[in-house]
């Protein structure tokens, strides 16, 4: 017998008191079958109801199986205590690596390179979640042409986040009447938002769980880092002076959080004139060089300020993939080394 024939014996056995199986209320964990026995998990908070259920479940499957074992494992209830970044709270568990894309300034180039990373790392054969954490402005909406579409439920009550290009995403963007609908929240209010999102989003089992920071290193940076064990942060700047300070305040709260750090994206290293292909190097060149050798962190890659890129971004046709050959390898150069730093290539 197999696992979903046997899921299909588990609607019915009901909930006492309540009018729902106990497959729709999410009660039944991990199956496992080998040959005529059977492992089932049961997800409760409740031992007694354990038990009656227990007896529904060996009687509905005695008759195909001769072993028959039901594990009761106590659902986990979301936690309202916030953590601290030395021993943070998993809100994520279904997250097996969290990536968090970050920098210390504004406008270089995060959700570009949280929306191409995340389709790169999907394009691999992972299961990716986008979480947009820039609730004051979200556009990984616009960028992955899903910003027309409305939030909507399951059965479970649950936020079934969008999905295109391979990868899902939960942005508050989805949220508002209008992508361009400005929010006027509270820090606090904004943060509760943002745990609802890691919460009570159907994300299933993902392999990532990218996270499109805000620019800077306030409140938002502080509470993701204390509420998600984050694997890697991704640090984006520009070659400028003033973003390499900034970046270096965004390297320094990474330490100060404890949160490991993947590497550094050089982003709008240089621009390569389209008519003459001659390349300018606008920003200055080495920033990226400079601040990784200075506090001992890799250089992911360097992406060009290239008009197709940002073209292509607007009309939310990602570059990774949807634009040529030498600009997907950009990104994918990136993907590969942040995978290998992470020990996963
Ligand atoms: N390599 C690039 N070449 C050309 N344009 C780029 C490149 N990277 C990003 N852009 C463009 O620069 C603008 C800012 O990029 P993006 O929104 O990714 O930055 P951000 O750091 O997320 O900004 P914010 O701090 O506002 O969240 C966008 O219009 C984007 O299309
Ligand atoms: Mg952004």
């Given amino acids: 017998m197999q696992t979903d024939e046997v899921k299909a014996l588990l609607q019915k056995v009901i909930y006492p008191q309540l009018d729902r199986d106990i497959l729709s209320l999410g009660a039944i964990g991990d199956i496992a079958i080998a040959n005529k026995s059977i492992t089932i998990k049961l997800l409760l908070n409740n031992e007694k109801v354990?038990?009656?259920?227990?007896?529904?479940?060996?009687?509905?499957?005695?008759?195909?199986?001769?072993?028959i074992e039901v594990v009761f494992q106590a659902k986990q209830t979301p936690s309202t205590a916030y953590g601290t970044t030395a021993k943070?709270?998993?809100?994520?568990?279904?997250?097996?690596?969290?990536?968090?894309?970050?920098?210390?300034?504004?406008?270089?180039?995060?959700?570009?390179?949280?929306?191409?990373?995340?389709?790169?790392?999907?394009?691999?054969?992972?299961?990716v979640g986008l979480l947009d954490a820039d609730v004051y402005g979200p556009n990984t909406p616009r960028m992955l042409q899903v910003a027309h579409e409305k939030l909507q439920w399951n059965d479970n009550n649950?936020?079934?986040?969008?999905?295109?290009?391979?990868?899902?995403?939960?942005?508050?963007?989805l949220t508002t009447p209008t992508p361009d609908t400005p929010l006027v929240w509270r820090s606090s209010?904004?943060?509760?938002?943002?745990?609802?999102?890691?919460?009570?989003?159907?994300?299933g089992e993902l392999d990532f769980?990218?996270?499109?920071?805000?620019?800077?290193?306030?409140?938002?940076?502080?509470?993701?880092?204390?509420?998600?064990?984050?694997?890697?942060?991704?640090?984006?700047?520009?070659?400028?002076?003033?973003a390499t300070d900034d970046v270096s305040r965004a390297v320094m709260m990474f330490k100060d959080i404890k949160v490991p750090i993947g590497g550094i994206v050089e982003?709008?290293?240089?621009?390569?004139?389209?008519?003459?292909?001659?390349?300018?190097d606008i920003f200055g060149t080495g920033g990226g060089e400079a601040i990784a050798t200075q506090y001992g962190v890799p250089l992911l890659g360097k992406v060009p300020l290239l008009m197709e890129i940002r073209s292509s971004s607007d009309e939310g046709k990602p570059a990774v993939a949807m634009c040529s050959e030498e600009i997907k390898a950009y990104y994918q150069t990136i993907t590969n080394n942040l995978l290998y730093e992470m020990g996963l290539f």
């Avoid at 209010?189 to 994300?203: C, G, K, N, T």
């Avoid at 982003?267 to 300018?280: E, H, V």
């Fill in 88 to 127: 943070p709270n998993n809100r994520a568990a279904y997250a097996k690596n969290v990536i968090a894309v970050t920098s210390g300034k504004g406008g270089v180039g995060k959700s570009t390179v949280a929306v191409n990373l995340s389709i790169a790392l999907a394009q691999k054969g992972y299961k």
């Fill in 267 to 280: 982003n709008m290293s240089y621009f390569i004139a389209p008519d003459t292909l001659k390349r300018y």
């Fill in 158 to 173: 649950k936020i079934i986040p969008s999905q295109n290009f391979g990868i899902k995403v939960m942005s508050v963007g």
């Fill in 50 to 67: 354990y038990r009656s259920i227990e007896d529904q479940i060996i009687d509905i499957l005695s008759l195909h199986f001769d072993k």
């Fill in 209 to 242: 769980l990218v996270i499109d920071m805000p620019p800077g290193t306030g409140d938002i940076q502080l509470t993701m880092a204390q509420e998600l064990p984050i694997s890697a942060g991704v640090i984006v700047t520009t070659p400028q002076k003033v």
């Fill in 189 to 203: 209010v904004a943060i509760s938002a943002l745990i609802q999102f890691l919460e009570d989003v159907d994300w």
